[in-house]
């Protein structure tokens, strides 16, 4: 039986923050981030987006399209959760006004739990073909001000349908995978901003590469030959550039730079003008690979390198589905990410410390133009508002 991705869908914050604008501000050569980490934006949200309006921007346009009775259970991963107890998913099941019958669990390990959690709705879904599992990737990645990951913000979510005989990829069963105790990132609960030994992380990053790969073709006797396109997760995209270097090293293969660039390149687009989306970010780009390469890649294999710090990591497969390209929405990411407003340092800055103000009582001022907006927190508890469509 084929399981996988039926329909797929992202979104992103409102505004970004040029990495011009940034390395003028930092007194910085802008061909560091251009170059040498490979980023030109960060999209920046608002103070009233969250995980769980990015993740209602990212499913609408996927629940539009079927029956949402039928989602039996979401599986929301993020590492940006808004509350202690209560999973995110909860709060968007309600605003998306979706069946009581219907199971919803926050899925936690740093940017490894998208991929948890679709492996997850794979096997719900091999157990019992009916389900239909909606499986959400959501994060808001921050850093402290000044800091070496303040290059390296971003947002977003991924929304994926996981069901039997799925029109988009087939995951194939077998991956690689692989944890090690170690502390290159990591959050602590009192604080909104991550912290992060970066040099170290990178390296971690490559390490766990290679030991998933080695597991993976042990596990699947598949070999570098048998993969067409490479997704990897991407914090930035000289990670992954890096991440193909090392693996094309490791197995020995021998590619022409044209060659090198169609396996992995495609997949960077979004990735470079977005930023870290952390959980979603390898989602995003599966996304780009698809919303930019021209020929059909029907039937062809796809690799998914999932990272999380910490770090879990893992490697798997899937194989593109006959006539994936008339359920693809590529023209709605392209112009959602076309429509962003650019912020001044100024004004990324108010957005930043205001997002910080966790008060028992908040109103939040309009600024998210998206369908769903955090409206305000009363006595601890958030509120959402279904804005009005834009005329
Ligand atoms: P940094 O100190 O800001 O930058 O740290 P740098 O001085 O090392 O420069 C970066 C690159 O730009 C270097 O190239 C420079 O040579 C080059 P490299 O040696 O790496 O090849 N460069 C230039 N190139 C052209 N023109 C110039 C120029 N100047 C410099 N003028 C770092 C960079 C990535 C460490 C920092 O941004 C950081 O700490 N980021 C956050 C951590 C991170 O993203 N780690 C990635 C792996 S861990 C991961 O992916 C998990 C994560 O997503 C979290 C999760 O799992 O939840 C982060």
């Known amino acids: ?66 029956d949402a009775n039928e989602i039996s259970a979401i599986l929301f991963a993020t590492e940006t959760g808004v509350d202690q107890s209560k999973s995110a998913g909860v709060f968007l099941h309600g605003l998306l006004n979706l069946s009581k019958h219907c199971r919803v669990i926050e899925f936690k390990h740093a940017c490894y739990a998208g991929a948890a959690a679709l492996q997850m709705a794979t096997t719900m879904v091999r157990a019992n073909p009916k389900e239909k599992v909606l499986v959400i990737a959501a994060d808001i990645a921050k850093y402290d001000i000044d800091s070496s990951g303040e290059a390296t913000q971003g947002c977003g979510a991924v929304a994926m349908l996981v069901t ?74 000289k990670m992954a550039e890096k991440a193909h270097q090392t693996l094309v090293r490791k197995v020995g293969a021998t590619l022409t730079p044209a060659e090198f660039e169609a396996q992995t390149v495609p997949s960077q687009f979004y990735n470079r ?15 780009s690979l698809l919303d930019h390469i021209e020929s059909n890649i029907e039937n062809k294999r796809i690799s998914f390198f999932s990272y999380g710090s910490g770090c879990v990591a893992e490697f798997f497969t899937g194989i593109m589905q006959p006539g994936y390209q008339s359920v693809l929405m590529t023209a709605e990411h392209k112009q959602k990410i076309a429509q962003r407003t650019a912020l001044t340092y100024a004004q990324y800055l108010e957005f930043y410390y205001q997002a910080e103000q966790l008060e028992e009582n908040i109103v939040y001022e309009p600024k998210n133009r998206g369908a769903y907006r955090l409206a305000g927190i009363e006595n601890y508890k958030r509120y959402y508002q279904k804005n009005k469509p834009e005329s």
């Open 1 to 66: 039986m084929k399981i996988g991705i039926d329909l797929l869908h992202f979104a992103t914050a409102d505004y970004y923050l040029g990495l011009d604008t940034f390395a003028t501000e930092k007194h910085l050569d802008v061909d560091k981030f251009y170059i040498g980490i490979g980023q030109e934006k960060m999209s920046i949200s608002p103070p009233d987006e969250d995980v769980v309006t990015l993740a209602a921007k990212a499913a609408a346009p996927i629940l539009d399209q079927i």
């Open 164 to 237: 039997a005989s799925p029109r988009i990829i087939m995951i194939e069963p077998g991956s690689g995978y692989f944890t090690d105790d170690v502390m290159d990132f990591w959050r602590p609960n009192q604080r909104t901003t991550a912290l992060v030994d970066g040099k170290y992380s990178t390296k971690v990053y490559l390490s766990s590469l290679k030991q998933t790969w080695d597991h993976f073709t042990e596990q699947t006797g598949r070999t570098f030959e048998d993969i067409d396109y490479f997704c990897y997760h991407i914090p930035f995209t």
């Open 273 to 287: 003008i977005v930023g870290n989306s952390y959980s979603a970010s390898l989602f995003m780009s599966f996304i």
